[in-house]
């Protein structure tokens, strides 16, 4: 069964940092991009971050750059968002996304190009 299950949501003070994990099954992290996308309330689906199947490409959207971090250990069939310095801003639900890789870049913008996602997890950012 393909699967993708977040965890590690939860409260944040601003500037404070925070780790989500992807818990990966029933995909191949060697055939899949995988992405991070969020979305806050009364707000638009937005992609943050994404790493090829190959894992050595990655792009981020232009508001965490140099504060988040996406990687993946393919062994252990996890993918990580590392945010660090969070504004309130980066509140909302994460999910992350898997799809099918035909290249040696990932698109964290096209929400097509993902076809299996997980449930999210929300993140709060507050005082």
């Known amino acids: 069964q393909m699967q993708l299950v977040e965890s590690g949501g939860g409260l944040v003070r601003p500037g404070g940092s925070l780790r989500l994990s992807c818990e990966v099954s029933?995909?191949?992290?060697?055939?899949?991009?995988i992405a991070w996308f969020r979305q806050a309330p009364e707000k638009e689906r937005e992609g943050v971050a994404c790493?090829?199947?190959?894992?050595?490409?990655?792009i981020y959207l232009d508001s965490v750059k140099a504060r988040f971090t996406i990687s993946k250990h393919i062994g252990q069939s996890m993918v990580w968002l590392q945010m660090n310095n969070v504004r309130t801003e980066d509140g909302g639900t994460y999910y992350c996304?898997?799809?099918?890789?035909?290249?040696?870049?990932?698109?964290?913008?096209?929400?097509?190009?993902?076809?299996?996602w997980g449930q999210g997890t929300q993140v709060t950012v507050s005082s």
């Open positions: 029933g995909i191949s992290l060697d055939d899949n991009n």
């Open positions: 790493i090829s199947s190959r894992g050595d490409y990655t």
């Open positions: 996304a898997a799809g099918r890789s035909f290249g040696t870049t990932c698109n964290p913008s096209f929400a097509p190009a993902y076809d299996i």
